[in-house]
């Protein structure tokens, strides 16, 4: 049964720690996605990755946030140093986009999060 | 600012009873999907609609896509406590139906009594 893959799935840690979250994707996925969830915002994209590449990280905050992908089975999220207000449920998500023309769609997949608390 | 707005945000109903949840915007949408979130666990998709006015059923529940492509609703009938959970709706706004992430909605709670 292919499933998105997220680690740890919960994390509490101290304010100005290093967190890294990590997700495998389904295999064959060409596109991962990094949303983050929260009560107050819902759900938002953060980034995302294509074959590998990053497209857009818009969503991040850039002074402490860090997506990557170093190879097509594993993305990374750090943040460094941590706030309190980062804590919030972190999911990956992947899918396969090839057409961009197609506006029906594709379905993505997304993991079981990863739940983070900073205090 | 939030680009879908899903109403309502709570719901409680008994099993049984029929329901309706909204989800609109002011902004046009190349498609939108809906996806179910139990506690726990991640969103699943459960539809994506594409064309202004399109009607899709799955099982006992209806979602319709608005003829501008702006807004959507979701029909269940007869909801069961296995209905329970947040439903939130997500519109693409690139041609590649999601290809360049989703905007979510913050969901509509709704749980189903016995």
């Known amino acids: 049964d292919a499933r998105v893959t997220q680690t740890p799935r919960h994390k509490v840690t101290e304010m100005g720690q290093e967190v890294t979250m990590r997700c495998q994707p389904i295999?064959?996925?060409?596109?991962v996605f990094w949303y983050r969830q929260t009560m107050m915002q819902g759900l938002e994209l953060l980034a995302y990755?294509?074959?590998?590449?990053?497209?857009?990280d818009s969503g991040m905050p850039k002074d402490r946030f860090s997506a990557e992908m170093p190879d097509a089975t594993l993305a990374t999220l750090k943040i460094q140093p941590s706030e309190p207000r980062d804590s919030a449920v972190y999911f990956c998500?992947?899918?396969?986009?090839?057409?961009?023309?197609?506006?029906?769609?594709?379905?993505?997949?997304f993991g079981e999060g990863s739940w983070l608390t900073v205090v | 600012t939030q680009l879908l707005e899903q109403s309502p945000q709570f719901l409680s109903i008994q099993e049984g009873e029929n329901l309706t949840v909204y989800c609109n915007s002011s902004?046009?949408?190349?498609?939108l999907q809906w996806y179910r979130q139990e506690p726990g666990e991640g969103p699943v998709l459960l539809v994506t609609?594409?064309?202004?006015?399109e009607v899709k059923k799955l099982k006992r529940l209806t979602f319709q896509f608005g003829d501008a492509r702006k807004d959507s609703s979701l029909h269940i009938t007869a909801a069961q406590p296995g209905d329970t959970g947040l439903y939130l709706c997500?519109?693409?706004?690139?041609?590649?139906?999601?290809?360049?992430?989703?905007?979510f909605g913050k969901g509509t709670h709704l749980i189903i009594q016995p």
């Open positions: 902004s046009v949408f190349s498609s």
């Open positions: 997500a519109g693409a706004q690139d041609s590649g139906g999601g290809a360049d992430g989703l905007t």
């Open positions: 990755f294509r074959n590998r590449a990053p497209l857009d």
């Open positions: 998500a992947s899918g396969f986009y090839l057409d961009r023309g197609r506006r029906s769609g594709n379905t993505i997949y």
């Open positions: 609609v594409v064309t202004g006015g």
């Open positions: 295999l064959g996925h060409n596109t």
